[in-house]
């Protein structure tokens, strides 16, 4: 898929972590491991250099990884509860990025 993006010249590029929820679905399916998700992340900011990579669904399951994330150059964030979960709140998501130096 980050390949394809990369040949029509996406722009901006959600990325979504799979939240398996009960009564869904996909609710057996197995979470990727923390080293799945950061290379996903890795290749499609390598396939994709100009487009913005934005965290999306599921960041409350990789909230213990996001600093690592963010160091393979995600560009912006979706906040607050917008899908089918609770989410960070913005007030959270500004503070952490301030204390890793970013200017918010």
Do not use: Y
């Not at 722009?11 to 979470?31: C, K």
């Amino acid at each position: 898929m980050a390949i394809i993006l990369q040949k029509w010249e996406i722009e901006s590029i959600p990325i979504n972590v799979l939240n398996p929820i009960p009564g869904t679905p996909l609710e057996g399916s197995a979470r990727l491991s923390d080293e799945e998700i950061l290379t996903t992340m890795a290749l499609f900011r390598f396939t994709n250099p100009r487009a913005w990579i934005r965290f999306a669904g599921g960041r409350t399951l990789i909230v213990h990884i996001q600093d690592k994330s963010l160091r393979c150059e995600i560009n912006a964030t979706i906040v607050g509860d917008m899908l089918t979960t609770k989410g960070i709140t913005m007030e959270e998501d500004i503070a952490h990025l301030k204390s890793l130096g970013f200017e918010c």
